[in-house]
């Protein structure tokens, strides 16, 4: 489905070689992290469910915004803010597919206060020698999928995202370095003006 080759957007991170002492994070560490990432910019290689392959960049802003600019052949661009992720096809005359952020494994992290410890959120939390694996969900919706982050340590690092959608479709996004704390205008997630630019 074309919604969800969109939506479910993973992050992951240029890897960095690990302490020889690394031991699994604790979900407290890792909310917090989360919560000190107020933006964020990346370029990226999207590894799609079926195969294909897009490139583009993505831009962060916590609480709830989020902005997928995909480069051409693809010309799609995914805004998230005001509670709603919309879905632009430059390929197409139709009106911006639209649904609620909620819906979405990605509302688990853009959310005000991540807190990975509320009951029934994290389904998975492992070490596999190398980095943490955290696997969270809607505890309320747990249907709408989940989200899958893998993280190092020495200083924490997200180097991987992962969602898998309630159909058992899997999307893998690989980034290059990733900025942190620059400044992003609120305009650049907003979905009701680049509706009217594009109209």
Do not use: C
Not at 119 to 130: F, K, P
Not at 136 to 147: K, L, R, S, V
């Amino acid at each position: 489905m074309r919604l969800l080759r969109f939506l479910t957007v993973p992050v992951v991170f240029v890897a960095m070689t690990m302490p020889a002492m690394a031991e699994k994070l604790s979900l407290n560490a890792l909310s917090a992290f989360l919560n000190d990432m107020k933006t964020a910019k990346a370029a990226f290689t999207q590894i799609n469910n079926d195969g294909s392959v897009s490139t583009g960049h993505v831009y962060i802003k916590r609480p709830g915004r989020v902005r997928f600019e995909y480069d051409p052949p693809e010309k799609a661009l995914v805004l998230a803010s005001a509670n709603t992720v919309a879905i632009f096809d430059g390929r197409s005359n139709q009106p911006p597919e639209s649904y609620p952020l909620k819906r979405t494994p990605l509302s688990v992290i853009l959310a005000r206060n991540v807190n990975l410890g509320a009951a029934n959120m994290v389904v998975g939390h492992e070490y596999d020698g190398t980095a943490t694996m955290v696997t969270a969900q809607d505890p309320e919706h747990p249907e709408y999928g989940n989200i899958q982050l893998r993280f190092t340590d020495g200083p924490i690092e997200l180097r991987q995202w992962i969602i898998n959608d309630g159909s058992g479709g899997r999307t893998t996004v690989i980034l290059g370095e990733m900025e942190s704390g620059l400044p992003l205008k609120n305009t650049i997630f907003n979905i009701e003006l680049h509706l009217q630019r594009t109209q």
